[in-house]
Nanobody, 125 residues
Framework: QAQLVESGGGLVQPGGSLRLSCAAS????????IGWFRQAPGKEREGVSS????????YYAESVKGRFTISRDNAKNTAYLQMTNLKPEDTAVYYC??????????????????WGQGTQVTVSS
């Protein structure tokens, strides 16, 4: 059964860092694009970052550019989101998802087909 499992969330102080992991099982991650999304209470799910497959091109929401870095390790069938200089407004449940590596709209949730269960990130002093 194909599934994605996120881990690495937690409570961190403003200015701190976290690294989220997205482990795939039941299928190979290497041929798919990967996206990270987040959803804060009362808000819609929003795209944070994505990475394509063949070129490894990356995309970031303006709000996280320069602070977050997406990467993938196809040998480990895992993707990562390194988050630095975290702010209280980064507090949300973070999800990873996959889609076919074609087309556009890399940060639009509706274009992704397989989702993980999410991991909570809380930035607070």
């Amino acid at each position: 059964q194909a599934q994605l499992v996120e881990s690495g969330g937690g409570l961190v102080q403003p200015g701190g860092s976290l690294r989220l992991s997205c482990a795939a099982s039941g299928f190979g991650l290497g041929y798919l694009a990967i996206g990270w999304f987040r959803q804060a209470p009362g808000k819609e799910r929003e795209g944070v970052s994505s990475i394509t497959t063949n070129t490894g091109r990356t995309y970031y929401a303006e709000s996280v550019k320069g602070r977050f870095t997406i990467s993938r390790d196809n040998a480990k069938n895992t993707a990562y989101l390194q988050m630095t200089n975290l702010k209280p407004e980064d507090t949300a449940v973070y999800y990873c998802a996959t889609r076919q590596p074609h087309g556009t709209d890399w940060l639009i949730p509706e274009t992704y087909t397989l989702w993980g269960q999410g991991t909570q990130v809380t930035v607070s002093s």
